[in-house]
Structure formats: structure tokens, C-alpha cells
């Protein structure tokens, strides 16, 4: 008895440490709980130590997936030992800001945000909403709303 309650009490540790099911953007601050200028280590308390390493990437970015081997999830991109950038994988269902959630008419974001820049990022654009330092991108892909993410407002929004 008193292993299994171990284990079961592991595996919420485990749970509990992995990317949220349902992550929320917050605009100019969180996406999925994490923020810009985080470290690894609060990066891993508030998403895991499931994640893969990008080999070809010119900055330290990790991709957190829901399946292996499978491009849903999220990902953190790092300059100088802290997240740069933050942003959804493919179409991650569940993910949301406030009454916007990902796959709806990407004339939501307009309804939610007014207009907003869009810059062209090949086969998607990245909706742009810039307040100070903080870019919130909201991607968009086949009419619809695809992606979210957060980048210095220095920064290009495509990944």
C-alpha cells in the first residue's frame, strides 16, 4: 500500500510538472505560465524536463511536445540564459486567451484586438500586438488562428 501511494504520488509530481492541456496567453505577459526573461530552471519547475533540443538552431531552444515525435505543443527559444521567445506548436488544442481559442476564424483576433500588423512568415503570418518591450503574436494559418506566442518587441514574431 504504502508503494503505490508512492507512485501514484510521483506520478502527480510528474503531472504536475509538464505543459498545461490547456495553456492561456496572457498578452504582453505569460504564455502557458511562462514569461520572457525566465531561466531554464524556472522554465523546467513550470513546464518539466520533458523536452527536446533543437540541434540546428542558432539560440538554445527547447520544444516541449504532447507526443513524441509529434509538433504540438510549445516551445522556448533562450539569449543569454533567458527565454526570448515562447510560442505554441502547430495547432495545440485547448490553448486559449481569454474568449479566443486556438483554430477559431482568425477574424476573432480583429473582433478581440482591433486591427492589427500582420507580417508575412512564408506559408503563415504573425498578427502582431506590441505594448513596450513585449510583441504578442497571434499566428495565423489557412484563415485560421493557428498559434500564440511572445517575443521581445525587438524581434521577428516568425519562427
Known amino acids: 500500500m504504502i508503494l503505490y501511494r508512492r507512485r501514484v504520488s510521483l506520478?502527480?509530481?510528474?503531472l504536475a510538472?509538464?505543459?498545461?492541456?490547456?495553456?492561456?496567453?496572457?498578452?504582453?505577459?505569460?504564455?502557458?505560465g511562462v514569461r520572457?526573461?525566465?531561466t531554464p530552471a524556472e522554465v523546467r519547475h513550470a513546464w518539466g524536463t520533458t523536452y527536446g533540443r533543437c540541434h540546428g538552431c542558432r539560440r538554445t531552444t527547447w520544444?516541449?511536445?504532447?507526443?513524441?515525435?509529434?509538433?504540438?505543443?510549445?516551445a522556448v527559444r533562450?539569449?543569454?540564459?533567458?527565454?526570448?521567445?515562447v510560442w505554441t506548436l502547430w495547432k495545440p488544442p485547448g490553448w486559449h486567451s481569454g474568449s479566443l481559442t486556438l483554430g477559431d476564424a482568425a477574424p476573432a483576433i480583429t473582433s478581440r484586438y482591433g486591427a492589427l500588423v500582420s507580417v508575412p512568415c512564408g506559408s503563415y503570418s504573425a498578427r502582431i500586438l506590441t505594448h513596450g518591450t513585449v510583441t504578442t503574436v497571434f499566428y495565423v494559418y489557412g484563415g485560421q488562428l493557428w498559434g500564440f506566442g511572445l517575443n521581445p518587441s525587438r524581434g521577428s514574431p516568425c519562427h
Open 36 to 38: 520572457l526573461g525566465m
Open 17 to 32: 510538472l509538464a505543459l498545461p492541456q490547456h495553456g492561456a496567453l496572457v498578452p504582453g505577459l505569460s504564455l502557458g
Open 63 to 74: 520544444y516541449f511536445n504532447y507526443e513524441k515525435f509529434h509538433a504540438e505543443g510549445a
Open 78 to 85: 533562450f539569449r543569454n540564459g533567458r527565454v526570448d521567445s
Open 11 to 14: 506520478l502527480a509530481v510528474a
